[in-house]
């Protein structure tokens, strides 16, 4: 028998189950966040006005850097002030 | 398990020592005088002069008894130890004994020999055996049908590659590169912003083949990429080619025998390949970064298996690397640097650093893309024979810098999209400007690589170079 030590960090990452999808968007406040990708701004900007127009609510967020985990305190203000979020991924 | 001896005298010995020989008859002596009890470490049978020897071959008393030297003589006082001689001293034996006239016809003092108990290997074991290791890591027990190449690539250990199993007493001697803390954390390593222990740090360089002097450097790299200006989580992130870059500058690339002349980025060299690959397993296995999860990579480079070399800094004209990021001279230290492949730079007719400079920065200007601007950093890796051209007009690296930021310089209108019948480029107008390929100081040169061959390399970065994404951290080596 052979004992070796593991190498990883021991730690089992907490996987939470994603919100389920709302059936409507009526009386929801819906966060856009800006990743900071090239050109991803003119695309939310415009998601941001097509949703205005259907009369509902919404909050642009943007990270610093697409470099870079989004800080904490940006992560937690969207969690309390939006009801879900869209964010663009890619230039 | 023999028991440990109360009271009297003890005598460690063993018989592929000379200087035990030559006491045999004195530990014969003290035998029908005195209350002696004699430990052999290697053959039961020895020394024949005392009757009631004690077979300690397993070690442990030598071991609880903390040996270094045989002969070790002790005097104890229920069971607490008030006296300890090593070697053959007449009148320190005599001390300890109480007894005079010990070995008339001895010289006077001889040095003993080294314990098996301290030996390379043996010590690492009894330690292991008597818990004494301070490993925190779990343990994880493979099966004596098991093969454990097979055991380590199912639990994800592996870059793809076989690996040195982390043993124990691997991981024990691999700590004894270091004098730091095994249990001090030199960082958080993304994704999951795990901590990285010297003692995690240490099993995983064990597993990538790294010798234990190897540590110090492998430590300095990891503190490198875990700054927060090297951006990890985004370079192992990101879909771009790239991966940490570690480049070795100081006393250490000779002392643990670094390749920075033929082949430096190639393969060959075990210091350079497992420090490389270390890093790397450090990502993977505590970071828990792994390809086609948070490494997003789309092509990746073969770099990201291993990307690491020394500069020939006695051999350049120039300042190392190191000391333009500030440190002393001779100073040990790694540099880590978001990059990805090998763009050769073939340039066998310039003789003069003016020619030369131009050929560097017309190929710097096409990377990424030819309408990319201002683009990623770039590592030059300048070969002898391209170095001596400049050392031989007198040109300071400052002054090659100055140059090529000069020269890669493009015209707005080349950049923008369409142009060149190229779609790729940028939509903003540019025409009758000047656009810099690089940020300033977004270049960086070190020397390397064989005597023979006007060839030079450029690594290319990442798109997210600067301030803004990742910038080359620069650590010091320390024991």
């Known amino acids: 028998m052979t004992v070796l030590l593991d190498p990883t960090s021991e730690h089992a990452p907490t996987i939470r189950p994603r919100l389920p999808r709302p059936d409507k968007l009526d009386g929801l406040t819906i966060g856009i966040l800006d990743i900071a990708k090239a050109r991803g701004d003119v695309f939310l900007k415009r998601l941001g006005e097509r949703l205005g127009e259907r009369g509902i609510a919404y909050r642009h967020y943007a ?29 | 398990m023999s028991e440990t001896p109360l009271d009297g005298l003890v005598a460690v010995v063993k018989r592929d020592c000379p200087t035990c020989e030559l006491t045999a008859p004195v ?49 104890l006082d229920h069971g607490r130890e008030i006296d300890r001689t090593y070697g053959w001293d007449r009148k320190e034996w005599e001390r300890v004994a109480g007894i005079a006239g010990l070995g008339p016809n001895l010289p006077d ?36 049908d098991e093969d454990d190449q097979e055991a380590m690539h199912e639990r994800g250990w592996s870059d793809g590659l076989p690996l040195v199993p982390p043993t124990e007493e691997r991981v024990l001697r691999m700590l004894d590169g270091t004098l730091r803390d095994p249990q001090e954390v030199i960082g958080l390593v993304p994704p999951i912003l795990a901590p990285a222990t010297v003692e ?3 099993i995983n360089a064990v597993m990538a083949g790294c010798k234990p002097e190897y540590l110090p450097t492998v430590l300095a790299a990891v503190e490198a990429v875990l700054d927060e200006k090297f951006a990890m989580h985004g370079v192992l992130a990101t879909t771009m080619f790239v991966g940490p870059v570690v480049i070795v500058n100081g006393a250490v690339r000779r002392r643990i025998g ?22 790397q397993l450090v990502i993977r296995n505590i970071g828990g970064g792994r390809p086609q999860e948070v490494d997003r990579a789309t092509l990746g480079n073969p770099g990201k298996w291993t990307y690491c070399f020394a500069e020939d800094e006695e051999g350049s004209c120039w300042e190392p690397l190191s000391v333009e990021k500030g440190l002393q001279p001779g100073q040990s230290a790694v540099t880590v640097f978001a990059g990805f492949g090998l763009q050769g730079v073939v340039d066998q007719k ?32 300048m070969s002898p024979e391209h170095e001596r051209t400049f ?76 301030p803004r994404g990742s910038t080359p951290v620069t650590k010091e080596v320390r024991n």
């Open chain 1, 63 to 91: 990270k610093p850097t697409n470099t870079r985990p989004a800080p904490l305190p940006l992560q937690q203000q969207i969690a309390t002030e939006v009801n879900l979020v869209i964010e663009g991924l890619s230039d």
């Open chain 2, 109 to 144: 003092a001889r040095p003993g020999c080294g314990a098996k108990n301290i030996e390379p290997g043996v010590i690492e074991r009894l330690r292991i055996r008597f818990n004494e290791t301070g490993l925190k890591s779990r343990r994880i027990e493979i099966g004596a």
């Open chain 2, 350 to 381: 310039s003789r003069e650093p003016e020619s030369l400079c131009r050929s560097f920065a017309e190929s710097l200007k096409v990377l990424f893309n030819v309408k990319s601007a201002p683009s990623a950093d770039a590592l030059i890796v």
């Open chain 2, 200 to 202: 995690k740090i240490a």
């Open chain 2, 27 to 75: 530990l014969g002596d003290l035998a029908r005088r005195a209350r002696l009890q004699v430990y052999t470490q290697d053959d039961p049978s020895f020394p024949e002069t005392v009757s009631a020897r004690i077979d300690d071959t397993a070690l442990d008393i030598s071991h609880r008894l903390k040996i270094e030297v045989v002969p070790t003589l002790i005097r």
């Open chain 2, 391 to 466: 050392r031989n007009a007198g040109w300071s690296k400052a002054r090659v810098y100055e140059e090529l930021y000069k020269l890669c310089k493009i015209p707005g209108e080349d950049l923008v999209m369409g142009a060149k019948g190229i779609a790729e480029g940028t939509a903003s107008p540019r025409a009758g400007t000047m656009v810099d390929k690089f940020r300033p100081g977004g270049l960086m040169i070190v020397r390397a690589g064989g005597g023979a061959g006007m060839f030079s390399g450029i690594i290319g970065g990442w798109s997210s170079s600067g």
């Open chain 2, 258 to 279: 670094m390749n920075a002349k033929g082949n430096a980025l190639g393969q060959g060299n075990r210091a350079n390949g497992a420090i490389g690959r270390a890093l």
